[in-house]
């Protein structure tokens, strides 16, 4: 039989129960995290410290003024400056005249942008007034309220003065480049004059027809080099124009395939992917780079017997490829392939050029705003392709 419910009874065993022992053991778990919280905050800062004082790179800390908080040793060395003399200043009181908005930049993108970190090549003067310059990378933080960068210097004048020195070299090789082509093209244009009446006057029967051949071979050979030395110091002069208009692809690649058939017996040059697609652009210049990646698969691929051409759209472009199977290119030469005078390797050996027709051809394909790609393996083959954007908005 079951008993009554008896509520007072059961008031009374609650009120019973220990309690107290419950608080103290709160207080004493609450003390026990920030011990923990205080002892790992200090663990933090005695790192970071570390990290400031010992690093190699010269390290500061700005405020959102761009005034200079705290120094490490290596910037003090770096710059030639005391830690006094650095700190409570502003940091564009060091920066090189003609450089001081790259720190009204970096303000603008720490503080103003809400930008996480930022980096710049700026230039700051020392102690002694010489230049250097430096990479500065600076990285926002917050300490008591309030936002500071992190900032890194890194010396990189060394790098500057090679690339200073460099552009130099670079400009007087294309000014020599430029006379020289100039030059050579007078007498090779007489010369070829000369080879072209000889060739009408000599049977084709006669013993030294054939040395006339073989010059004429070689004249167009060089010609085709002083052209493309011309079309660098343009390129590199920014100097290329291009005769915009509308043309038919199909028809297009369907005559430079004609032409150069004719020249290439060993290979037959298939075209795939007809399109009735009309394209705005320069008409001889995209011929150009066509011509160059046919005549360089047939160059590659001594072994093979043909060449493939396709025509396809992606994405609002026409891609054109040129497929070969012969030699290939490592992966690790991929990049620098559209470099000028680039040659891969063993290829340059047993290969004749100058290393420039992918060059060109690049950059005329970057002046109509197209792309350019490659995909290679050795022993298989090459596939270069350039793609051109179906609707041109062209300068």
């Known amino acids: 039989m079951t008993k009554p419910h008896n509520k007072d009874q059961e008031t009374k065993k609650i009120d019973d129960l220990p309690l107290t022992p419950i608080p103290e053991k709160a207080a004493k778990v609450i003390e026990e995290i920030k011990t923990r919280v205080l002892k790992t905050i200090e663990n933090s800062e005695t790192k970071f410290k570390t990290i400031f004082e010992q690093s190699t790179f010269g390290n500061k800390i700005i405020d959102a003024d761009l005034k200079i908080i705290k120094v490490n040793r290596a910037l003090t060395e770096l710059l030639g400056y005391s830690a006094e003399e650095l700190q409570g200043t502003l940091i564009t009181d060091i920066a090189h005249p003609d450089y001081v908005n790259d720190w009204k930049e970096l303000q603008r993108k720490l503080w103003a942008d809400k930008n996480a970190s930022f980096s710049i090549d700026t230039c700051v003067l020392m102690k002694d007034q010489e230049t250097l310059w430096c990479r500065v990378t600076s990285i926002i933080f917050e300490d008591a309220g309030a936002t500071f960068g ?174 070969d199977y012969g030699i290939g290119i490592a992966k690790k030469n991929l990049n620098n392939i559209f470099n000028r005078f680039y040659r891969v390797g063993q290829a340059s050996h047993h290969f004749q050029g100058l290393g420039l027709g992918l060059y060109i051809a690049s950059e005329i394909v970057a002046k109509h705003e197209g792309k350019f790609g490659i995909e290679s393996k050795p022993a298989h083959g090459t596939t270069i392709w350039f793609s051109l954007p179906m609707v041109q908005h062209l300068n």
């Open 150 to 323: 992190y900032t890194i210097f890194e010396d990189i004048t060394e790098r500057k003065n090679y690339e200073r020195i460099r552009a130099e070299v670079d400009a007087k090789k294309d000014e020599f480049i430029s006379i020289v082509s100039h030059e050579l093209r007078t007498p090779l244009t007489t010369i070829k004059a000369i080879n072209q009446l000889l060739e009408k006057a000599v049977n084709k029967d006669q013993t030294y027809y054939g040395f006339i051949e073989k010059s004429n071979y070689h004249i167009v050979r060089l010609e085709k080099l002083i052209l493309d030395l011309i079309d660098v110091t343009k390129i590199q002069a920014g100097n290329v124009d291009l005769n915009i208009s509308s043309f038919d692809v199909n028809a297009f690649i369907k005559t430079c395939i004609s032409s150069l058939q004719t020249i290439h017996p060993t290979h037959k040059i298939r075209f795939e992917g007809t399109l009735p697609l009309t394209i705005m652009g320069d008409q001889f210049r995209i011929e150009q780079v066509l011509i160059n990646l046919i005549n360089n698969a047939v160059k590659y691929s001594p072994s093979a017997n043909k060449v493939e051409v396709s025509l396809s759209t992606e994405g609002g472009y026409v891609k054109i490829a040129v497929q």
